[in-house]
């Protein structure tokens, strides 16, 4: 979805792979025979990626990085560009240190996604799509179905998954990422994986047919 935030940002001049990106490199091209080592193109975008965000605390993908993955695998720099463009996981521009991604499809819009937006609004100050926190902190996303229906409402952190948000628990969420700590993901209601609230309420106990 179109980010509303188009301020102006510069592109590195110079991109280069450090240890822990050569290292992870080595270890994807291995997969693929030679002649088709461009295949490599998704897992070495994320590679750049995570290397942007160890570097800078901002996780995205500049351009001169693209040409150095083009040239690794020996593709046209267009055809790099195709692939981070089309996927919404690759970030296009700078981030803040925290990417708050929030599912407002219909199963987390009918669990409550409006409040857990409005709730991130307020504690981060962001106002549209796509807006970074005056801190650098916080840049706000709205994405399409992260694939938890179940625990909806789902506020995706990074690669990290918070469930059943409200927006008391978003307010405790963004307290915790402003001193550094990242509480236990998956349920913030206390539930078992996917079970009910209030634990299993059935298959509690082990039951065997009776022998003829």
């Given at each position: 979805m179109a980010a509303t935030n188009a301020a102006p940002f510069e592109q590195p001049l110079r991109f280069d792979f450090d240890a822990e990106s050569e290292a992870e490199i080595e270890k994807v091209l291995k997969r693929y025979p030679p002649e088709r080592k461009a295949s490599g193109v998704i897992p070495l975008l994320w590679i750049v990626q995570r290397q942007m965000g160890r570097r800078t605390n901002s996780a995205w993908v500049p351009v001169k990085a693209m040409d150095a993955i083009a040239e690794r695998l020996g593709m046209a720099p267009i055809r790099v560009y195709e692939v981070a463009t089309f996927y919404l996981m690759f970030n296009m521009r700078p981030i803040g240190k925290y990417h708050l991604q929030l599912c407002t499809t219909t199963p987390c819009w009918l669990r409550g996604s409006d409040d857990v937006v409005a709730a991130c609004r307020a504690e981060t100050g962001i106002k549209g799509w796509g807006e970074t926190s005056a801190d650098g902190l916080f840049t706000m996303t709205e994405v399409e179905c992260v694939g938890a229906c179940v625990?909806?409402?789902?506020?995706?952190?990074?690669?990290?998954?918070?469930?059943?948000?409200?927006?008391?628990?978003?307010?405790?969420?963004?307290?915790?990422?402003?001193?550094?700590?990242?509480?236990?993901?998956?349920?913030?209601?206390?539930?078992?994986?996917?079970?009910?609230?209030?634990?299993p309420i059935t298959l509690t106990t082990l039951q065997f047919a009776p022998e003829a």
């Open positions: 625990n909806a409402p789902i506020l995706q952190v990074d690669d990290d998954f918070y469930e059943d948000m409200n927006a008391e628990r978003v307010k405790t969420l963004i307290a915790s990422l402003r001193k550094g700590e990242r509480p236990p993901v998956g349920s913030m209601a206390g539930r078992q994986k996917s079970a009910p609230e209030g634990g």
